[in-house]
């Protein structure tokens, strides 16, 4: 049993910055990999960003490389996206997802919108 809770979400103009947080109350959250996805309205749910148990990280899109973070801290927790730049096309309802392999075991966050206007 367990969960995910984000926060950070909220609405900004092009090229500022937002930094969403995702707090796992879930057991051995250093061995999960984590994860941000995003979905906007009238679109599929994408992989944004991934960081592993080993902190190697990987993004889903080319459009974010360069401009957004993700980072983990074991010790609270906690995944975060650092968001750089930002563009209307970043506009979307971001996820938090937390998975482990062995045992198979996922967990999703609510979602917290983040907004972007030009």
């Known amino acids: 049993q367990g969960y995910l809770v984000e926060s950070g979400g909220g609405s900004v103009k092009r090229g500022e910055s937002l930094t969403l947080s995702c707090r796992g109350i879930?057991?051995?959250?250093?061995?999960?990999?984590l994860a941000w996805y995003r979905q906007a309205a009238g679109q599929e749910r994408e992989l944004v960003a991934a960081?592993?148990?080993?902190?190697?990280?990987?993004y889903g899109l080319s459009s974010v490389v360069g401009r957004f973070t993700i980072s983990r801290d074991n010790a609270d927790n906690t995944a975060s996206l650092h968001m750089n730049a930002l563009e209307p096309e970043d506009t979307a309802v971001y996820y938090c997802?937390?998975?482990?392999?062995?045992?198979?075991?996922?967990?999703w966050g609510r979602g917290t919108l983040v907004t972007v206007s030009s």
């Open positions: 960081i592993k148990s080993d902190f190697g990280r990987y």
């Open positions: 997802h937390a998975e482990l392999y062995t045992p198979a075991r996922e967990f």
């Open positions: 879930i057991d051995n959250f250093y061995a999960y990999e």
